[in-house]
C-alpha cells in the first residue's frame, strides 16, 4: 500500500509535457480539411458577390482554434497512470493506469512524415466514446519507439530480468509488389466510388452534370445502342474503375508491410503514405481469423486477422495480421502465429460436416426466396400483367445463383476441436475460419430457433473477450452439440446434460 502510495505522490511531481511544436503546423491543415465544403462554398459566394473576407475569417478561425489546441493540450506519463488534457472551450482530463494498456498504435500522415512527426494511440480494451482516445497527436517520430516501448513493458514483459537486452525480432511475413493482383477482388474500389458520387451529389454537383450536354448526349447513344448494351459497358467501365481504386488504395494502405515475432510481441508496419505500426502481446493472442469472401476465394487468396483480448475486431487495422494476400502465404503465417497449437496439419484436412439437415437447410434458405419470388411473377402475369422474357430469364438464373451458393455454403461449413482448440468456418460469400484457443472462452450457449428445433440441429456460441467476442458453430446437430462443448471445455457440457 505505501509503495502504490509513493508511486502515485511521485506522480503528481512529475511536469506536464506538450506535444511537439511542429504540431502548429500540421493541425490548421487537418482543420482546414474537415472544413474544406465550407471554404469552399465561401470562396464561391466570395466570388459571385465579390467579397472574399468571409474565406479569409473561416480560414483564421481555423488557424486560431488549431494554435489554441496545442497550448491547451498536455500529457504526463507517470508509474502508476498516463493522464492527458485538453479542451479550448471545454476541459477534459483522461487518465490511463499503465496496467490498463493493451496497445500502443504508431501512425502518421503524409504531413506528419514530412515534418519528423507521429501519431500514438494507447487502447484500453474499452469501447472509447469521442474525446475518449487517448491520443498524443503529435510527437517527435525520434523518440516513440522508445516511449511505446516504455508503455508496453510493463504489461507484454513482467517477467523480464531488468537490465537484459529485448528479444531479438524474426521476419516472418514481407509485403510483395504481386498482391497488389488481390486487391480488385473486394469491395473497396466499389465502395470509394459510391462514396466519392454521394459527395459530389450532396454539395449540387451531381446535379450539374445530370444538367449537363455529356448526359444528355449519353443518354441519346444509349437509345442508338440499346438498354442492354450500355449496361453492360457501364458494368465494365464501373469494374475498370473500380479495380483502379482498389489497388490504388491497397498500394497506399498496406505497401511495404512486414510483421516480426520477437516471441512475446507481433510487430505490424505497413503504409506507403501513411505509414501505421501495431504491436500486438502474444500473452493476449486468443486465435485467428482466416478471411476467404467469395471472390478472394476464386483469386485463391486470404486475409488473416488475429484475435486479441483488449483489441477489438471491428478496428481492422488494429488485429490486421496480413490484407488480401495469397491463400498459402496467409495458411503459413497463421501456423506461425498459432505457434505449437497443432492447427498446421488441420489446415491441410476437411472439417467435420455437419449432416443432411445442415444441407437441406442451406438449399431452403437459398432456394425458397428466389421460388417466392417467382411465384409472385407468374401471379402477376396470370392477372394480366405484362412481365417480358428478360424477367423469366433473370429468375431462371437467380435459382442457378441460390443452388451454386447453397452448395458452396455447405461445403465451407464445418468445425473440428483439437486439443486446447476450436475451430469453426462458414459462409460463402464472407467465408471465415475461426480458430480460437479454448482457454479464452468464457461462456458458452447452445441457440435453437423455432425452425432449428424443428429440424434437430442448434447454433453452438462460444463466448470470449477478445476480438468480435463470440465464435458460432452453425446448425450442429442437437446431439452433438454439448459433446462439442465438453470436448474444448471440460465439464462444461456434462453440467448443462445433465
Avoid at 129 to 147: H, Q
Wanted: aromatic share 6%; proline share 5%; with cysteine.
Amino acid at each position: 500500500m505505501s509503495t502504490d502510495t509513493e508511486l502515485l505522490a511521485a506522480e503528481q511531481q512529475q511536469p506536464w509535457l506538450r506535444l511537439d511544436k511542429r504540431m502548429l503546423l500540421v493541425h490548421p491543415v487537418n482543420e482546414a480539411v474537415k472544413v474544406l465544403p465550407v471554404l469552399l462554398v465561401s470562396f464561391i459566394v466570395g466570388s459571385q458577390s465579390g467579397n472574399h473576407y468571409w474565406g479569409l475569417i473561416i480560414v483564421a478561425v481555423v488557424v486560431v482554434f488549431a494554435i489554441l489546441r496545442w497550448f491547451t493540450t498536455s500529457y504526463r506519463i507517470g508509474p502508476v497512470h498516463v493522464q492527458l488534457r485538453t479542451g479550448v472551450f471545454q476541459k477534459k482530463l483522461l487518465s490511463v493506469p499503465r496496467s490498463r494498456i493493451r496497445s500502443v498504435d504508431i501512425e502518421a500522415g503524409v504531413l506528419h512524415r514530412v515534418l519528423g512527426l507521429s501519431i500514438l494511440r494507447i487502447g484500453t480494451g474499452q469501447q472509447a466514446g469521442k474525446g475518449e482516445k487517448f491520443e498524443l497527436n503529435a510527437l517527435d517520430s525520434g523518440v516513440v519507439p522508445a516511449l511505446r516501448e516504455e508503455l508496453l513493458q510493463r504489461v507484454t514483459r513482467t517477467d523480464a530480468v531488468p537490465g537484459t537486452p529485448p528479444p531479438v525480432e524474426t521476419e516472418i511475413a514481407h509485403w510483395k509488389t504481386s498482391w497488389v493482383r488481390f486487391a480488385p477482388f473486394s469491395f473497396t474500389g466499389v465502395v470509394t466510388i459510391a462514396a466519392a458520387v454521394g459527395v459530389l451529389f450532396q454539395y449540387g454537383v451531381g446535379e450539374t452534370l445530370a444538367d449537363s450536354s455529356v448526359v444528355s448526349n449519353s443518354i441519346d447513344s444509349a437509345e442508338r445502342l440499346g438498354v442492354a448494351v450500355v449496361i453492360v459497358i457501364g458494368l465494365l467501365v464501373l469494374l475498370l474503375v473500380a479495380s483502379v481504386f482498389a489497388c490504388a488504395r491497397y498500394l497506399i494502405a498496406y505497401g511495404n508491410l512486414t510483421v516480426t515475432d520477437d516471441g512475446t510481441r507481433l510487430h505490424v508496419n505497413h503504409g506507403l503514405l501513411r505509414t501505421r505500426s501495431t504491436t500486438l502481446d502474444r500473452k493476449r493472442l486468443r486465435g485467428t481469423s482466416l478471411s476467404e469472401p467469395l471472390l478472394l476465394r476464386i483469386a485463391k487468396g486470404a486475409k488473416l486477422d488475429a484475435i486479441m483480448t483488449g483489441v477489438s475486431a471491428e478496428k481492422k487495422e488494429s488485429s490486421l495480421l496480413l490484407p488480401q494476400a495469397p491463400g498459402n502465404e496467409a495458411l503459413r503465417m497463421m501456423t506461425i502465429v498459432l505457434g505449437d497449437a497443432g492447427l498446421h496439419a488441420d489446415a491441410q484436412k476437411p472439417l467435420l460436416s455437419h449432416g443432411p439437415i445442415a444441407r437441406r437447410r442451406r438449399y431452403t434458405r437459398a432456394v425458397v426466396p428466389v421460388l417466392v419470388l417467382a411465384a409472385i411473377i407468374a401471379l402477376a402475369e396470370a392477372f394480366g400483367a405484362p412481365i417480358p422474357p428478360l424477367v423469366w430469364i433473370a429468375v431462371v438464373v437467380l435459382i442457378l445463383g441460390a443452388l451454386v451458393v447453397a452448395w458452396d455454403r455447405y461445403r465451407g461449413l464445418g468445425h473440428a476441436v483439437l486439443p486446447g482448440w476450436l475451430i469453426t468456418r462458414h459462409g460463402s460469400l464472407d467465408r471465415t475460419r475461426h480458430s480460437l484457443e479454448a482457454a479464452g472462452i468464457i461462456g458458452w450457449t447452445v441457440r435453437q430457433s423455432f425452425f432449428q428445433r424443428r429440424a434437430g440441429v442448434a447454433t453452438v456460441i462460444a463466448a470470449t473477450p477478445a476480438g468480435v467476442g463470440h465464435y458460432e458453430v452453425l446448425d450442429i446437430p442437437i446431439e452433438q452439440a454439448w459433446a462439442l462443448v465438453e470436448a474444448v471445455t471440460p465439464g462444461a457440457g456434462d453440467t448443462w446434460a445433465r
